[in-house]
Each structure stands twice: as C-alpha cells, then as structure tokens.
C-alpha cells in the first residue's frame, strides 16, 4: 500500500522557521521525485519545490527560493521541506506528492501537479504577523 503521510506543520510568528517532513512507503522511493504543494484558503493549489530522489537535484518556486531549503534522506525514504523566514503569505496547508514522470523537468513539476500519481494528506502552516 502506498502512503505519503506529511508532518510538522504548525503556527510560527513571521520570520520564524519550520520543518515538514514528507515519510513515504510502497514505492520505489529512488524512482520518484517528491513534491511540495500548498492551498490556502480561497487561492489555487502552488507549486513549493520539488525533489528528484535519485540525485537530490530540487526545484523552487520564486517565491521561496533562498528561504526554503527541500532535502532528502534516502535511508528513511523521507523528504523534509526546512521553511525559514516565514511571512504571513506561506500560510497554508502543504501537501506532498510523488510521481515517476520525471520528463517535464523538476522544475515543470511545479505546475504540474496532475501528473502526480501519490498524495499525501495536508499539513496546516500558518504564520502571523
């Protein structure tokens, strides 16, 4: 059975940091790239950063490069998103997803989330100012 389980959220003042953790199992972790997504209320599902597994090679979206840091640990078949200089507008709840359509490009990932083939349940951020 496939799970993606995505943890660590919670509520941060601005400038603050957190960590989400994205575990996954039943798939073959080193085929896949992972892939953080965020909704908040009222607004369309973004693109955050993207993972491929094999080599750690990570995308951003503009709006949290330098802030967001998206590594791996192979070992543990996890993948963590370390948020930093949080604002009020990273608030939301963040998904992870997997696929294998590794074609696109990590970066084209980011908005291309039908292609996702796993997700996991949301995970609440939410900064205040």
């Known amino acids: 059975e496939v799970q993606l389980q995505a943890y660590g959220g919670g509520s941060v003042q601005a400038g603050g940091s957190l960590r989400l953790s994205c575990a996954a199992s039943g798939f073959t972790f080193d085929d896949y790239a992972i892939c953080w997504f965020r909704q908040a209320p009222g607004k369309e599902r973004e693109g955050v950063s993207c993972?491929?597994?094999?080599?750690?090679?990570?995308s951003y979206a503009d709006s949290v490069k330098g802030r967001f840091t998206n590594f791996g640990d192979n070992a543990k078949n996890t993948v963590y998103l370390q948020m930093s200089s949080l604002k009020p507008g990273d608030s939301a709840v963040y998904y992870c997803?997997?696929?294998?359509?590794?074609?696109?490009?990590?970066?084209?990932?980011?908005?291309?989330?039908?292609?996702?083939?796993?997700w996991g349940k949301g995970t609440q951020v939410t900064v205040s100012s």
């Open positions: 993972i491929d597994n094999s080599d750690a090679t990570t």
């Open positions: 997803a997997a696929t294998s359509t590794l074609d696109y490009g990590l970066g084209a990932l980011l908005i291309l989330d039908t292609v996702m083939e796993y």
